[in-house]
């Protein structure tokens, strides 16, 4: 698999009709392309295409596909956007990815760099003194970033003036009166064909995402015992079986969390009342193995995730059951040991149980968005009232909503 990042440092130098029409060489030479679209506060690729399969060899990856209104994405929503499209590389096993940036050099950039490995990068610039300042800045920085990597420039809209880039000049593309871009490629198909097969002749690279390793879910428990050990201390045995065939005997001072893999397993003797530490906590009904299974993989790509709160929890924080936002896995030796979610909130961190929340997709959370969610400065989804009003009809103090809610709704909004 090739990856070009095709990269300008001002806007409106041509970089995203020079990424669509090399496209469509590499489409006419028979390869399988993904364009990823990361300019994804303004995304332009779903302006140019549709929909995300608009042709049978081609696939394109955009915000503009999921979200219909402008939206501005913080970091761990860049991410989540690049851990989807390495889940489209998976799913579609592309022979090219043609990543259309930004300008100029922004989160996007450094995430993309650090989460998926480039083969070449596409310099495009036009013919004046400000773009080649920009060119020679930036060949520098990623010649340091992305080290054996082949950087190509291409002069776009070339009117026949002569600039020192610095570097050579693989490609020039003349300008079309007009600004007729899409024209380009009918006119100069041989010159996008040769930007094709600069990208063909790259290394080939490896994309997927690295999973996290919360847990060593290598084993499973299949006896749990309560013994003694020589200085008359109480010690819990586990008998614990491993993928590989072989079992080991793990002696705990105190019954609690392992792993997801065994978790039912703990909870049961944990909650038989036969048991040598029988715990009557109803806490321990709601964290279900199906529960925390959901919140630890809701972490397996990335440190941080978007959940929303099924639960409202009473604290000095306001909180609106619905709501959706940035969280973190935290796991010690209270309540068992089982995963929580630190939530973010401008007034603070707020821990969350497995099931006082559920994860989120960026398809979630464009739906919800739809619907009339507002984004808050730190980062939160906020339902409208008429969802907080469905909410409190329909299950009340259940899920947190006091019966003064709309007070503390319109108090929020104020403060806010």
């Known amino acids: 698999m090739k990856t070009a990042l095709i990269y300008s440092g ?17 489409i006419y030479n028979g390869k399988k392309v993904l364009i990823i679209d990361g300019d994804i506060n303004t995304p332009s690729m779903s302006v140019i295409y549709p929909n995300d399969h608009p042709e049978e060899h081609l696939w394109v990856h955009s915000t503009g596909h999921i979200f219909d209104n402008l939206i501005y994405f913080e970091k761990s929503m860049v991410r989540k956007f690049i851990h989807g499209a390495l889940q489209k590389i998976k ?80 490609e020039t593309i003349p300008f079309l009166d007009g600004m007729r871009g899409d024209l380009l490629y009918d006119k100069f198909p041989d010159k996008y064909k040769h930007i094709a097969d600069l990208i063909s ?4 690279v490896l994309q997927g995402i690295q999973a996290t390793l919360l847990f060593d879910e290598s084993y499973g428990i299949t006896r749990i015992e309560h013994a003694y050990s ?15 065939g072989t079992e080991k005997l ?21 909650e038989d009342e036969n048991s040598k530490a029988p715990c009557y906590d109803l806490l321990l009904n709601e964290l279900t193995p ?11 790509a990335d440190k941080e995730a978007y959940f929303m709160v099924t639960k409202a929890p009473n604290t000095e924080i306001t909180v609106f059951p619905g709501e959706i936002g940035r969280a973190m896995i935290i796991a010690d030796e209270k309540f068992y040991g089982v995963p929580r979610l630190k939530y973010q909130t401008a007034q603070g961190e707020l821990i969350l149980f497995a099931h006082e929340a559920i994860p989120m ?46 007070e503390i709704y319109d108090k929020f909004y104020r403060q806010n």
């Open 10 to 26: 001002k806007g409106g130098v041509g970089k995203t009709t020079t990424t669509a029409n090399v496209a469509k060489a590499l």
């Open 91 to 170: 799913d579609i096993n592309p022979d090219v990815v043609l990543i259309d940036t930004p300008p100029s050099i922004t989160d996007v950039h450094i995430e993309i760099m650090a989460l998926m490995k480039i083969s070449t990068i596409i310099l495009v610039s036009q013919p004046n003194k400000l773009s080649a300042s920009d060119v020679i800045r930036t060949s520098k920085f990623f010649s340091q970033k992305c080290d054996r990597t082949n950087i190509y420039l291409i002069e776009n809209m070339s009117f026949g003036e002569k600039v020192d880039f610095q570097i050579p000049c693989e």
């Open 201 to 204: 002749q790259s290394e080939d």
């Open 230 to 244: 020589r200085r008359d201390k109480a010690v819990w045995n586990l008998y614990c079986k491993y993928d590989d």
């Open 250 to 270: 793990r002696p705990v001072e105190k019954l609690c969390f392992q792993n997801v893999r065994s978790w039912e397993r703990v909870r049961e003797e944990l």
């Open 290 to 300: 199906e529960r925390v299974s959901r919140l630890v993989d809701a972490f397996k």
């Open 361 to 406: 997709t960026m398809e979630d959370i464009a739906v919800y968005l739809n619907e009339g969610y507002k984004l808050q400065p730190d980062g939160r989804y906020i339902p409208t009232k008429q969802h907080i009003e469905m909410f409190y009809n329909a299950f009340g103090s259940r899920i947190g909503i006091r019966d003064n809610w709309e």
